[in-house]
Structures are given as C-alpha cells and as structure tokens.
C-alpha cells in the first residue's frame, strides 16, 4: 500500500523554526518528484514546494523562498521541509504528496505559528 | 506564475444533475499538464484527473475533463451523493506549480 506519513508539526513562535518529515513507503520513492502543499484553516490548497528525484531541481512559492529548503533521503525515503523564520501566515496544515499532479497525499500535519 | 480562475465560487445543485466546472489559467498551460482535485471536510484531497483529462485510477468515469491552452473543464456526468465537496485544479507545467482557489459543490 501507498503511504505517506507526515510528523513535525506543532505551535511555534513568529521568528522561529520547524522541520516537517515526510515517511514514504509502498512505492520506489527515488523515481518520483514530491511535493509539499499547504492549506490555511477554513482557506484553499497552496502549492509550497517541490523536489525532483535525486534532489537535483528544487522550487518554490515566492512567499516562501528564502526561508524553506526542501530536501530528500532517497535512502531512507524520506521528504524533508525546512521552515525558518516562521510567520503568522504560515499556520496551515502541510501535506506531503507524491508526484507533481499528486496521486498519494499524507495525512497532513498542523503547523501553528503564534506567539 | 500562472494564476488559475474558477467559476463559479459556489454551485449549488440536486444529486442526478450534470455539473460543468471551469478553470481558466493566466497564460498557457504547459503540454496540459492541469489536474483536478476532489475535498472533503477534514480530509486530503483526491486526485481526479491528471493531463487535463485522464482518470486517475480508481476515478468513476462519471468524472471527466476537457480543455487545452487556458480553458479547463471537468464535468461531472451524474451527481452522486458523495460528489458534495470542493474541487480545485492545478497546474503542473510551470514553476511555480499553483492552484485555483476552488469550487465547492453543494446540496440545493
């Protein structure tokens, strides 16, 4: 089976920091792109970031370039975001998906950003 | 960064009709390369079409999309009771990938 497994959110101050994880398995995680997406509560999907298959090619939303890095470890399938510098309108959940039109999507995980 | 327009903001319609949705992007859209997504409250999306107008798998064939260049579509042959929901497209063809901020679907 397909799965996707999120973990890292949590409250986090204005100014700070988080590291989202994302566990894949039931599929050959080094031949696809991942994609991060967020959702503010009670608003619309926002594409975040997404990652090629050896870590080669790495995009970005403009409201979050500079401040979030997302990284893989195709040996331990494993997708990676790096937030910093965390601002209010960060506080979303953030679903880790598979491929660039995303057939497998986690869970989600709830990042709140407030001090 | 494309920008994908749908319409309208809020359908509301009777299980057994046939609804058409639309997403209009900003500029061209790359070798179509435009999904569909289905939402239910507390729940992740659900890829519905893929390459403007491939089921993805496990997708009723109820569920269809057409479109090309800026002009999307998906139609919905037959409501169920379980099509209730909030639909989004996407486009995958350029970076940055985006999303239109969705359709929802409700029960008149």
């Known amino acids: 089976e397909v799965q996707l497994v999120e973990s890292g959110g949590g409250l986090v101050q204005p100014g700070g920091s988080l590291r989202l994880s994302c566990a894949a398995s039931g599929f050959t995680f080094n031949s696809y792109w991942m994609t991060w997406v967020r959702q503010a509560p009670g608003k619309g999907l926002e594409w975040v970031a997404n990652i090629n298959q050896d870590g080669s090619a790495k995009y970005y939303v403009d409201s979050v370039k500079g401040r979030f890095t997302i990284s893989r470890d195709n040996a331990k399938n494993s997708l990676f975001l790096q937030m910093n510098s965390l601002r209010a309108e960060d506080t979303a959940v953030y679903y880790c998906?598979?491929?660039?039109?995303?057939?497998?999507w986690g869970q989600g995980t709830l990042v709140t950003v407030s001090s | 960064e494309i920008v994908l327009t749908q319409s309208p903001g809020t359908l509301s319609l009777s299980p057994g009709e046939r609804v058409t949705l639309s997403c209009r992007a900003s500029?061209?859209?790359?070798?179509?390369?435009l999904a569909w997504y289905q939402q239910k409250p507390g729940q992740a999306p659900r890829l519905l079409i893929h390459g403007a107008s491939s089921r993805a798998t496990g997708i009723p064939d109820r569920f269809s999309g057409s479109g090309s260049g800026t002009d999307f579509t998906l139609t919905i042959s037959r409501l169920e009771p379980e099509d209730f929901a909030v639909y989004y497209c996407q486009q995958y063809g350029s970076a940055p990938n985006t999303f239109g901020q969705g359709t929802k679907l409700e029960i008149k």
């Open positions: 500029q061209s859209v790359r070798s179509s390369y």
């Open positions: 998906g598979r491929s660039n039109a995303v057939d497998c």
